[in-house]
């Protein structure tokens, strides 16, 4: 994830994101962390939890019954240079594993100037709750939501 995290940035010329080990060790106890594999080795992965993993009050989002969250899309950087199509089963599967454990939605949070990403969330039926948000620091967010399939 965090090489994910440094090649994104490099090729959009934004901030790396700032990860919690604690928060990522969390998720990995709790089953939260999804991964695909190619080979031996890690090719991409996702997060899909129950609460939001980011401060927007809900109120953005359409209404539902039980949102999940989808957080922490990454791709081995070697992969993305050679056009794979990972990040797109890792969406897919998300939303598979959100509708199969009773979700009706599945929402997230993407930065709208990494546009490969939005662009591939749009592609996947994701729509844009609520205005583009800016930190102040250079770091602006959207937040997404698709009907869990």
Do not use: I
């Not at 790396?16 to 991409?44: E, I, N």
């Not at 199509?85 to 599967?93: F, Q």
């Amino acid at each position: 994830m965090c090489r994910c995290d440094v090649h994104t940035a490099r090729r959009y010329g934004t901030p790396v994101p700032q990860r919690d080990p604690q928060t990522t060790t969390r998720r990995v106890r709790t089953c939260c962390v999804h991964a695909l594999r190619r080979s031996a080795g890690l090719a991409a992965m996702f997060t899909l939890t129950w609460q939001p993993p980011f401060a927007q009050d809900a109120a953005v989002f359409p209404a539902a019954q039980k949102p999940g969250y989808l957080s922490r899309l990454a791709v081995a950087p070697e992969l993305l240079s050679q056009g794979t199509l990972l990040g797109a089963r890792c969406v897919r599967r998300a939303l598979e594993v959100a509708a199969e454990a009773g979700a009706d939605v599945l929402r997230c949070e993407a930065n709208p100037d990494l546009t490969a990403t939005l662009e591939l969330l749009l592609r996947l039926g994701f729509r844009q709750a609520g205005s583009t948000l800016d930190d102040g620091a250079g770091v602006r967010r959207v937040h997404l939501q698709a009907r869990a399939a």
